[in-house]
């Protein structure tokens, strides 16, 4: 008899596996799914050193799957100083004094987030305050509006910033109104001259960064991310992880295609190349992004009629690229925003299939925002999948106006998930964090509550699906994970609510309460053995 590690019991599972679509119990062996059903059938599983948790009704979904996060600038980010809620000059002294025990000499310290409306001395913080706490250490500390900094004096000495110094246009380097020294605030584009001179993070930061990232991701749910890397410093980073389970989750590599001879000559791929840790796909950038206005669109931009953004490769280098990529085993991943340059893709992709349908490849068209009805029909006829970032699709529409920018016509398929989803077309989620909140259920509502054209809404369970079981299909993991059956990689997510029974604007409410990678439990709120 083989005997569960683990079972969750009593819950209601959700298994997004249409043979067994719910369930009351789950049975975990090794990091593998044993047995799924009612209570009593998983409860025979359970021997002298089963771990069993009682779920009292909390909802199992299979472990989200975010098929686009920037782990490294999003552990970046997390390594900022926080002073939003900070309510003294002294509090701040004290936080960056902290921070200055724990990174090496010489390390920039950044911080973010304080308001002098809040600071009991009801003044700026200066280059004194910071100096008394860093000395060596060189220190910004940006203010709330993000657009004024105070700094200490080894930042000033590394931007070259002096008393001669004159302000640059649009910026003010601040002096003090009687001794006429630098206080240390830099306002506006003044700004510039010492962010200009923050180093990129080196290999052994971006590693801290993706750790603390993966930690903050699990207790969203998260179990697996598409890590889409952006520089030689994150692909050289990688390098340096080698057991199984350095990161709470699992990993699955997105890198430009500008650095595929890096990735072969650093040979990453053999080694990488486990549940843990996957080497996925190369991309091509075809375009920008719509909201600088660099995608690249068949008509100008409706508020700007003298622009209609960029295409960053012709249709030939993308055909290059599709054929060096058809040599190895890796994923083609196609980053095209604008119809012109989803256009420029299909064209390449057609160009290079020779009109047979290619649907094994799984080509992904990453962050493709403006289709028609023509692009539509095109992507279902060679099964490319369609990748795309919910949370972006609220702000696009509510940070800037879509409808301005393109005109109705045209914003009516920006996104148009219904119908790309009635077409067959398979479409997969992305939170794009840390430009936007990295909650699943955050991006599962975004696409259930859409305000303009509706008609393109999910519904709960098809947007689940896109973090889940389409999620998995797209990196080639539809035997391991994406649904909760046996033999598949125990990847779970325990949730306080059901997503398809609270009312739609409560989806991102639902408590995430536990996150289980391969059997290890890696974040909960219900259970501390
Ligand atoms: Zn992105």
Redesign the pocket.
Known sequence: MVWADLVLRDGAVLTMNTVQPYAEAIALKNDKILKVGKNEAIDRLIGNNTKVINLNGRVVVPGFIDT?V?LADYGRLLAWVDLKAVTSIEEIKKRVGQRVQKVPNGRWILGRGWNDANLAETRFPTLLDLDDVSPDNPVVLYHQCGRLCVVNSVALKQAGVTRKTKSPLGGKIEKDKETRFLTGVLQGNATDLVWKKIPEPCEEEVLEGARSASEKLVETGITSVHW?ICSLTELKSIQRLHAQDELPLRIYLVIPVSLLDDALSLGIQKKFNNNMFRIGGFEIFVDGSLSAKTASLIEPYTDEPANEGQLLHTQKETVAFMNKMKKTTFQIVIHAMGDRALDVALNAIEETSKGSPINKDRIRLE?AAVFNIDLIERTRKHGLIVSV?PPVIESEFSMWSAIDRLNPKRARWLYPLKTLTKKGILVVGGS?CP?EPESPLFGIQATVMRESFPEERLTPKEALRLYTVNAAYSSFEENLKGSISPGKLADLTVLSHDPLKVPHNKIQDIEVEMTIVGGKITHSKIYHP
Do not use: P, S
């Open positions: 686009h920037h889409i962050q970032q794009d430009m």
